[in-house]
């Protein structure tokens, strides 16, 4: 087959077999293309559309404008980021008759069948230009309905996140939707570009961004939170002094209710606030972070107040770059109590705030607008479960070369998951679908969870991360009693409706039992251990192919049969998951021998389909399928560990050495290239009986998730099994 790249763009060409610094180039490969960038935080107003449960927005048009009469059109404008050019998949179903424009050019236009049956999903295929795409939808009220629902059509894998057009509502997420019209303002070939509708005259826009005039006489708190008595809110900004030097800065103003502000977690005031009074403190240079703990009275909220220097109002602004509000203040409440703990704990977008059975989380002052998290990032901060084996590989890279660096920044990633769990699940509660973390809240397959879940207890160590026991328990609680299983306990895959209805797969091994082994280390708790122990029997019954001594990918139960195409990484995610039991198992285990046996059947098998090159195949029996980097990989991290732990034959374990090290040597040659990009990983997968899907359908690509992370825990236990063998020696 072709070569992914020249053999003098081969890391092995620069480096040979100096592994700690090939390893440490693909590490730093890896985040260079990744930057370590937070969430973004947007005002999100509840007036927009929602998302229904299957991730698309529910754009009914019925309630929105109630008033709206038979034949009068609406239409709804987006806008959505994409990172690069290339094809993506929308979903639409009609309430009406609709028309979808991308880019100013008709995607879709609704037939008679679409538009009376709201039931029928419609595909559609569409292209996305790098940067932001603008989405019109035309709609039009008939008897059966006004508006429709819109958005991804791979609701886990690609979420899609649209947001506000127009230079008022920047950084706003959600669509905006029109007023009902008699007449189609736009005719059928040419809409409009979105920042020509801005001034357009007769059209208004909503969600509305002011309150009316009565609300506006009002101060913030009362109209956010009504004229409530004896509750506590919290406001929140940031002030700024640019002057040279430090300077004096004076809190002016009055309240009925006892007032605290803190500067930079400092408290400077507490009491109730008198025209007469002027609380003073210095201000040095720069931005601070300002937090006002306010209580209303028996009339309510009743205050007003102004930080000023040298007689001058200072400069506010929102605090954490959020974005899509022009007003200074986030605010939470109201409570009926004050919190008991820092201000530095309260300045916080990362958390849900408690208290007794109600929750909390930050508002701006526009009508029903909070503050809501949203993941701009290609990888950094995600969830899913190729990222999973990821970052356990860049955990080990950093503890093997000792680089903190690369430690801290896969442990990063975790956290930046963990710590915003509770508020995903909340946020789903309350706008239909979560806007970050969405897989794992949803979590109804093994995909979802066990992978990363792994990684998350793998770095529990260095993380020290307080979040993650509860989340841990939620996945350990969904694998034990909510994941599908049948009758002899392994995991399968219900899928109603789906391809992949009534499945068992060789990838399962690698999603569940990682997680267990490692939850089973946390708590102590054998059944975790046990349970892990005796999926691989049951896997071994439904998968084995005797002939060969390796697995097939799938069993397929609306056939009664296994697919019998032994794909490459499915293979690779048993032999490496069997390491990592075997690693942790007691010696004593009831079931150890028999473990260590389905070990050795498989080591036999996959050294024996071993390609030329050094490198095992896409589809491990066919030599004509190309040449994979991941499965290659987990075969030599898999026979790696058995000769560094003894599990192999020993009339096996030179043979399993020179295995090892030719894996290794092959795909620093025809894997790695130079600037550490991992090439020949084959894509995510669906399963089929013929062998040409996996070889032609299932492309090789370059430096996808499912295999540099297993690229580095290869070359690490290659690193180990060379030290090893030489302190033996």
């Not at 629902?149 to 997420?173: L, Y």
Request: net charge negative.
């Amino acid at each position: 087959m072709k070569p992914y790249f020249d053999e003098q763009e081969s890391i092995y060409s620069k480096l040979y077999d100096r592994t700690d610094e090939i390893l440490e180039i693909v590490a730093n490969a890896y985040i260079g293309r990744n930057p370590a960038l937070p969430l973004e935080f947007r005002s999100f107003s509840r007036e927009g559309f929602l998302k229904k449960n299957n991730g698309r927005y529910d754009m009914n048009l019925e309630e929105k404008l109630p008033e709206a009469k038979l034949g009068q059109y609406a239409y709804v404008f987006g806008l959505l980021w994409s990172n690069h050019d290339g094809w993506t998949d929308f979903g639409v179903s009609c309430y009406g008759p609709t028309a979808v424009y991308l880019n100013r050019e008709i995607l879709f236009k609704s037939d008679i069948h679409e538009e009376a049956n709201p039931k029928v999903s419609k595909g559609i295929r569409a292209k996305l230009q790098k940067g932001w795409n603008s989405v019109c939808i035309k709609f039009v009220k008939t008897g059966s309905g006004f508006g429709g629902i819109f958005g991804t059509q791979h609701t886990k894998w690609n979420p899609m996140e649209f947001m506000s057009p127009f230079q008022e509502r920047k950084g706003q997420a959600g669509w905006i939707y029109s007023d009902a019209m008699d007449a189609d303002c736009f005719s059928e070939e040419h809409i409009p570009e979105y920042t020509g509708l801005e001034e357009q005259s007769g059209m208004v826009w909503h969600p509305g961004l002011s309150w009316d005039i009565e609300q506006m006489k009002l101060n913030p708190c009362t109209r956010i939170f009504g004229n409530t008595p004896h509750k506590v809110a919290y406001l929140w900004s940031e002030l700024s002094h640019s002057s040279a030097g430090s300077k004096v800065c004076s809190l002016k103003g009055s309240s009925t209710g006892k007032l605290r502000v803190w500067l930079d977690g400092s408290e400077v005031f507490s009491g109730a606030l008198k025209t007469s009074d002027m609380a003073e403190f210095k201000l040095e240079p720069g931005k601070h972070e300002v937090l006002v703990e306010l209580c209303s009275s028996e009339n309510g909220w009743e205050y007003g107040f102004d930080f000023i220097i040298d007689g001058e109002n200072v400069a506010l602004s929102i605090p954490r770059g959020v974005k899509g509000s022009r007003e200074p203040w986030l605010y939470l409440g109201p409570f009926d109590k004050q919190l008991e703990e820092s201000a530095d704990s309260i300045c916080s977008l990362y958390r849900l705030f408690e208290q007794g059975d109600s929750q909390y989380f930050w508002r701006v002052d526009r009508p029903d607008t909070w503050v809501r998290p949203y993941l701009d990032n290609t990888l950094f901060a995600k969830w899913n479960y190729p990222l999973g084996v990821t970052l356990y590989g860049l955990l080990q890279t950093g503890r093997f070369l000792q680089k903190q660096g690369i430690l801290d920044y896969a442990v990063n990633h975790i956290t930046e998951c963990t710590r915003i769990y509770k508020y995903a699940k909340w946020d789903a509660e309350q706008y239909g679908y979560p806007s970050v973390n969405n897989q794992l809240v949803e979590m109804d397959m093994l995909d979802d969870c066990g992978s990363f879940g792994s990684a998350v207890l793998e770095a529990y160590s260095d993380s020290h991360d307080p979040h993650t026991p509860y989340l841990v328990e939620q996945i350990a609680n969904h694998m034990e009693y909510k994941q599908e299983r049948l009758e002899d306990g392994a995991f399968f895959r219900i899928c109603l409706n789906s391809f992949q209805e009534n499945t068992l797969w060789a990838d399962d091994l690698y999603m569940s039992t990682p997680f267990l082994i490692r939850y089973y280390r946390l708590t102590g708790e054998a059944k975790y251990l046990d349970d892990a122990a005796r999926q691989f029997n049951r896997f071994k019954k439904y998968l084995f192919i005797p002939e060969f001594k390796i697995m097939s990918h799938v069993y397929d139960f609306k056939h009664n049969k296994p697919t019998n195409v032994p794909w490459g990484r499915g293979n690779g995610w048993v032999f490496f998951s069997l390491s990592e039991l075997l690693e942790v198992m007691p010696e004593t285990h009831v079931e150890r021998e028999e473990l260590l046996t389905f070990y050795n059947e498989l080591a036999v098998g996959y050294m024996a389909l071993q390609g030329t090159s050094g490198l095992w195949h896409q589809v491990l029996t066919h030599p004509d399928s190309y040449e994979e980097t991941s499965c290659t990989s987990m075969f030599v991290y898999g026979l790696s560990r058995g000769v560094r732990h003894g599990w192999i034959r020993e009339d096996m374990k030179s043979k399993a050495v020179k295995a090892v090290n030719r894996g290794w040597e092959a795909l620093t040659k025809y894997g790695i290239d130079r600037f550490g990009n991992v090439h020949g990983v084959c894509r995510g997968s669906g399963y089929s009986f013929t062998p040409e899907y996996y070889k032609v359908e299932l492309n090789a690509l370059t430096n996808d998730t499912h295999g540099i992370g297993i690229v580095l825990l290869a070359g690490i236990e290659t690193g180990k099994l060379s030290k090893w063998l030489k302190q033996k020696n």
